[in-house]
C-alpha cells in the first residue's frame, strides 16, 4: 500500500504487485526515479493525514479452500472508532475497496501459499511519523467473540431482534463466548473491558472453560461489580485459549431498572477482548424495558430445589413505579401456571413494602417443575410474570431443545461446501444430582429432503465436528455433548455454547443440488452417563 502526497487531494491508499517490473513507470518529472504504477487499484481518502488514529480490516479471501492461485484482497477504512472499537455504520464515514489478486505474481512454489506482507508509506517533499498498531493477525492467532443475552426471568429466553422486550426487574445475563480458531500462537492474558449498557446493573459472573481439564466456573472478583455506578467492567480471564482449550464462555449476572415509568432502551453495548497478540470486540443487541406500573420480584433462586413432597413457598414483592401511586397491597390477585397448566387465582395480601410468600404444595410437584405467575390489583393493574424452575430430588432432564433449527443459507451449489448452523442452537440439560454425576446427549439425523413433490433427496449430510477436528457420521445415535457436574447446585448446560462455525453440528453439502428447502430431523437423546463412543 502507497500512502500519497501530503496536498489533501492526493492522500490516497493504492496496491500493486512490488516484485514486477511493470509495477513502475518513469517518472517524467524527476529523470532516474520511478513511482509505482497504482492502476485501477487506487482511491482517495481526504482525511489520510489528521493526526489520528484510524482503523483499519484487511481480509483475504482466495478464490476456494482448493485454489490459491486468484482471490480478493479487501480493505475498510474507518471501519471502527479507533478509541471504543465499536462499529461504524454510516457508509459515509467508511471507504472499502477490494482488490482482484493473481498469486502467481508472487513468485510461490509448490504447495506454498505463505508470503511475508507489510506496509509502506511515501510522505514526497514532507515528513511525519507513519505509525501502526497490529489489532489481529489471523496467521498467528484467529478467534472470534459470539455475544448472546438472555433473559432468566422468562426461563432463559434469549432476547433477539424478533424478541426484544423485558420487564423492570428482570434477571438478565450477558454471556460472550470467546472461540480459539488457530493457529500458531496461544492466545493469552486476555484482559476484556464490557461497556456496562444504560438501565442494566451487573452483579455477579463467571468465567468457564468446558474444553479444559477444570471446567468448573471461575467467579470474576467481586470488586469488578462493586462499583454500582461503573460504567465499565475490567477484568483479566485467568487462563488461555489453546488448540487444547478452544473456548472461554464469559457470563454477567444482572438485574434491568427496577421500575419503568415509561418504555427504556437498553443501547447496544460494546465488549473488547485484549490479549498479547489478538484484540477482537463484539456487540449486544439494544433491546426495550416495558413500562409497568406494578412491579413483581422475587430473590428466590432460578432453580428452586426441593425435597419429595415438600411444600415451596416462593418468596416475592410487588411495588408501584412512581411515587404519586397508591399501593394496594391489600387487595391482590395472584395468577400462576404450574406446568403449563393453570391454576385457580389467589387472593393475597402483602404487608405494608409489598412482601408475600406464594406457596405451591408438594404432592402437586412432578420431578421438575415449571411455575410463573403474576399479579393484578384492584384497578386491573398487571404484574410481569415471572417463571421459576422447581426440581423435586435429583434428577437429569432436557429443559429445553430448540423445535426448528437451521444451517447457513447458500445460492447455487456449485462447488462442495460445509455449511455452519444459522444462529445459536438451544439444547439445554437441567441437572439437579449430585456433583460429579457425568451425563451425555446424542443425536441422530435423517437424510435432507426437498419440500416440493419431488421430495428430491439433498446430496449431502449432517454431521458432528469434533474440537479436534474429526468428522463423524450421526446417521446413528452418536454423542455430541458430555459433561460431569461440577458444583452441588442445580446446573443447566446449553450443548450448542461450546460450538463454533467449524464445530459441532455441521451440513456437508456436494455440488449439484437442485434450489429448494430441505427439511430433516434430528432426534436428540439424554444418556445418564458418559458415553464410550468415539
Known amino acids: 500500500m502507497n500512502v500519497g502526497n501530503a496536498s489533501n487531494g492526493d492522500r490516497h491508499i ?17 529523470p532516474g526515479f520511478f513511482t509505482m504504477d497504482h492502476g485501477k487499484n487506487y482511491k482517495l481518502h481526504s482525511n489520510l493525514v489528521d493526526g489520528k488514529w484510524h482503523h483499519v480490516t484487511i481480509t483475504w479471501i482466495p478464490k476456494s479452500d482448493n485454489d490459491h492461485s486468484q482471490g480478493t484482497l479487501t480493505y475498510a477504512y474507518n471501519d471502527k472508532d479507533p478509541v471504543t472499537g465499536t462499529p461504524i455504520i454510516d457508509p459515509k464515514k467508511i471507504v472499502q475497496t477490494s482488490f482482484n489478486i493473481d498469486t502467481k505474481n508472487f513468485g510461490l ?31 498467528f492467532v484467529d478467534a472470534e467473540a459470539i455475544p448472546a443475552i438472555y433473559d432468566d426471568s ?28 488457530g493457529w500458531t500462537k496461544n492466545w493469552d492474558k486476555i484482559h476484556t473491558k464490557v461497556d456496562v449498557p444504560d438501565h442494566i ?13 477444570d471446567s468448573k466456573p471461575h467467579q470474576i472478583d467481586p470488586s469488578v461489580f462493586s462499583n454500582s455506578n461503573a460504567t ?30 415509561e418504555t427504556l432502551t437498553v443501547p447496544a453495548a460494546h465488549a473488547s477482548f485484549e490479549g498479547d497478540n489478538l484484540i477482537t470486540d463484539a456487540n449486544t443487541i439494544p433491546f426495550k424495558i416495558r413500562y409497568r406500573k406494578l412491579n413483581l420480584s422475587s430473590d428466590s433462586p432460578n432453580i428452586i430445589k426441593v425435597k419429595e413432597n415438600e411444600d415451596v413457598y416462593i418468596p416475592a414483592q410487588v411495588t408501584y413505579a412512581g411515587s404519586n401511586n397508591n399501593p394496594y ?46 399479579v393484578k390489583d384492584q384497578d386491573g393493574n398487571t404484574s410481569n ?15 429445553y431443545v430448540q423445535n426448528i433449527v437451521s444451517f447457513k443459507p447458500i445460492n447455487g451449489s456449485f462447488t462442495d461446501e460445509v455449511l455452519p448452523r444459522l444462529g445459536k442452537w438451544q439444547i439445554n440439560v437441567v441437572d439437579s444430582r449430585e456433583k460429579g454425576s457425568e451425563w451425555s446427549v446424542q443425536a441422530k439425523a435423517n437424510d435432507l429432503i426437498s419440500n416440493d413433490n419431488n421430495k428430491l433427496k ?13 468428522d463423524h457420521d450421526i446417521d446413528k445415535d452418536f454423542p455430541v455433548a458430555t459433561h460431569v457436574k461440577d458444583t452441588d447446585g442445580t446446573q443447566v448446560k446449553n450443548i450448542a455454547d461450546t460450538w463454533t462455525d467449524n464445530s459441532g453440528i455441521l451440513l456437508a453439502v456436494k455440488k449439484g443440488n437442485k434450489a429448494g428447502v430441505y427439511t430433516s430431523k434430528i432426534s436428540w437423546s439424554l444418556i445418564d452417563s458418559i458415553s464410550n463412543k468415539t
Open 329 to 374: 397491597y391489600q387487595n391482590l390477585t395472584v395468577y400462576q401456571k404450574l406446568n403449563n397448566n393453570s391454576t385457580e387465582a389467589q387472593s393475597i395480601t402483602a404487608d405494608l413494602s409489598g412482601n408475600f410468600e406464594l406457596p405451591i404444595a408438594g404432592y402437586s410437584l412432578d420431578k421438575i417443575n415449571t411455575v410463573s405467575f403474576y
Open 109 to 139: 512454489e509448490g504447495n506454498n501459499t505463505k508470503l511475508y506482507w507489510g506496509f509502506t508509506g511515501s510522505t514526497g517533499k514532507y515528513s511525519e511519523n507513519n505509525l501502526l498498531v497490529f489489532e489481529s493477525i489471523p496467521s
Open 201 to 213: 446493573k451487573f452483579t455477579s459472573g463467571t468465567i468457564t472453560y468446558p474444553n479444559s481439564s
Open 14 to 30: 493504492a496496491g500493486n504487485y512490488p516484485a514486477l517490473a511493470t509495477t513502475y513507470k518513469s517518472d517524467g518529472d524527476y
Open 232 to 261: 465499565k467492567l475490567d477484568f483479566l480471564l485467568p487462563d488461555k485459549l489453546t488448540p487444547e482449550s478452544r473456548t472461554a464462555i464469559i457470563e454477567l449476572h444482572g438485574k434491568t431498572e427496577k421500575n419503568a415509568t
Open 154 to 181: 422468562q426461563g432463559g429466553s434469549e432476547i433477539t431482534e424478533s424478541n426484544n422486550t423485558v420487564d423492570p426487574n428482570s434477571d438478565i445475563r450477558y454471556t460472550y463466548t470467546l472461540n480459539y480458531k
Open 458 to 470: 439433498l446430496l449431502g449430510n449432517i454431521f458432528y465436528r469434533d474440537t479436534s477436528g474429526k
Open 385 to 399: 410474570t415471572i417463571t421459576r424452575q422447581i426440581t423435586v430430588g435429583g434428577n437429569l432432564a432436557f429443559d
